[in-house]
């Protein structure tokens, strides 16, 4: 069974750059997570759609970052205009949820983004 | 408020021995999921169990057991005959009415 699929799994590029990551969730989810990554601040949720319609997105840090879901089988997450401080693993995750709690997230294998 | 207590940075276990990672967790709410992920150095992120607050029994994976104390409000891991593999970065997450809150992660490192 195919997982979650993010791209690309490394990206490099300079500040100021507009930066886009990429996921395709499991198939028959109907959650789908972003989180970040980094040393100093662990694992944190920026954003998570439900039936591709976002529903928290308390943890996206600011305006720069922005997060679509134009259908179930895909999700963007952007950063206009990319910081140095954006240099982080960006993992997706999804899951098939209830009303109360979700079945295990499954991630994808991450973006390792460094903004020079 | 911290919603998830993972009080061990670093652990050290032999190999073949059992190890228990701990994890405390807060929450008011009657319902909620409790996970384990395992993140080796390689960086991806891994299932590897799950406890329902409303399961009587506590979950078993393989060589993964957890060791779910309701009234503790603890979800401990348990790695049985530890192999060298399972050197990695171990969190706790929570998922309470679709809020999902992570630990700040335990590395164990298995001895040969």
């Known amino acids: 069974d195919a997982g979650v699929i993010q791209s690309p799994r490394h990206e490099v590029t300079e500040m100021g750059q507009e930066v886009t990551l990429r996921c395709k969730p499991i198939s028959g989810h109907d959650y789908l997570f972003w989180y970040r990554q980094t040393m100093m601040r662990g694992l944190e949720l920026l954003i998570y759609f439900n039936n591709n319609v976002p529903i928290d997105d308390s943890g996206m840090p600011e305006d720069r970052f922005s997060a679509k879901m134009p259908n179930a089988s895909f999700s963007t997450l952007k950063i206009q205009p990319s910081e140095p401080r954006d240099s982080a693993v960006y993992f997706c995750a999804s899951s098939s949820g209830s009303r109360t709690h979700n079945q295990p997230q499954h991630f994808g294998d991450g973006t390792r983004l460094s903004i020079l | 408020a911290q919603k998830i207590t993972q009080t061990q940075p670093g652990m050290f276990v032999q190999e073949k021995e059992a190890v228990t990672l701990d994890c405390t967790y807060d929450?008011?709410?009657?319902?909620?999921?409790l996970f384990w992920y395992k993140q080796p150095s390689s960086g991806e992120m891994i299932f590897l169990i799950y406890?329902?607050?409303?399961?009587?029994q506590n979950a078993t994976e393989g060589r993964y057991s957890l060791n779910f104390q309701k009234a503790r409000k603890s979800a401990n891991l348990v790695i049985s005959a530890s192999q060298l593999g399972d050197s990695a970065m171990y969190f706790c997450a929570m998922d309470n009415f679709n809020k999902f809150y992570f630990g700040s992660g335990t590395k164990l490192n298995v001895k040969p």
């Open positions: 929450t008011s709410d009657p319902s909620y999921g």
């Open positions: 406890q329902g607050s409303y399961d009587q």
